[in-house]
Structures are given as C-alpha cells and as structure tokens.
C-alpha cells in the first residue's frame, strides 16, 4: 500500500476527530487517524475524566473502533495536539500507546505533523524495545 496518497487524508482526519475528544481535567485535546491495509480510516479521540483515573488516549479509540469492526492489519496512524494547525508542537504516542501500537505491528508508520512539517517514524522506531511474549 502507498501510504503517501493516504497522509494529507490522515492528517485532516486526526485533526477533525480532536474537535471530538472529551477532556474535562486534562484539557489538551488530542486525536488519531489510524490507516488500514483494506484502506478504511478509523479515527479516534482522548477522553479524560475528571479523577484522571481513566483516561483513553486518541490512539487508543481509533485502534478499538477498527479491531472492532473485525480490522486486524494496521498501516499507519496519524496523532496530533492541539497546536497541529501551527508551526509547532508535533505529538507522538505515549508510552502505553506505543507499546500497544507495537503489539498491532512494529512496522506501522506514525505521522507526527504541524503547519509546516510532518514527520514519519516506524513504532519500532519509537519504542525499541516493547515488551514482547
């Protein structure tokens, strides 16, 4: 799959999918698009709760929405904050994000991006050493 005629389409769609995110404590909207091999675009959004005890990342939804839907083989996942829109503060995947994204596939491509710059990693990349069973 030729993921560079997927990522203008992810990036507008991670960015839509924030105006969505629920974050009464936190209050730092993020949002994920996160690209099939069939080619389908799962989005998600955070959600915070007050306690901060519960709390779902944007990359957490969009994986469940698509594992959901009976999708098992991931490509790519666009994440962004707030300030994409501008010409600064680019945003990776947490920690839990990460490992979770290297348990779907180590080879998947993370988009980070702002106004002016987008920049391509693998989760292996990101997170070298994920725990594995």
Request: glycine share 4%; proline share 2%; hydrophobic share 40%.
């Amino acid at each position: 799959m030729e993921l560079e005629k997927y990522i203008d389409e992810l990036k507008a769609a991670a960015i839509e999918a924030r105006k969505f995110a629920s974050v009464n404590a936190a209050n730092f909207t993020v949002g994920a698009a996160l690209l099939t091999k069939s080619g389908k675009i799962y989005t998600g959004c955070n959600i915070n709760t007050s306690t901060l005890l519960f709390n779902v990342c944007a990359e957490q939804t969009a994986i469940v929405k698509a594992i959901s839907e009976g999708e098992k083989e991931f490509v790519a996942i666009a994440v962004c904050g707030e300030e994409a829109e501008k010409e600064y503060d680019r945003l990776l995947p947490c920690g839990t994000c990460r490992q979770l994204l290297a348990e779907c596939n180590p080879n998947m491509k993370v988009i980070e991006f702002n106004k002016t710059q987008t920049v391509i990693h693998t989760v292996k990349d990101l997170i070298p050493h994920s725990f594995d069973i």
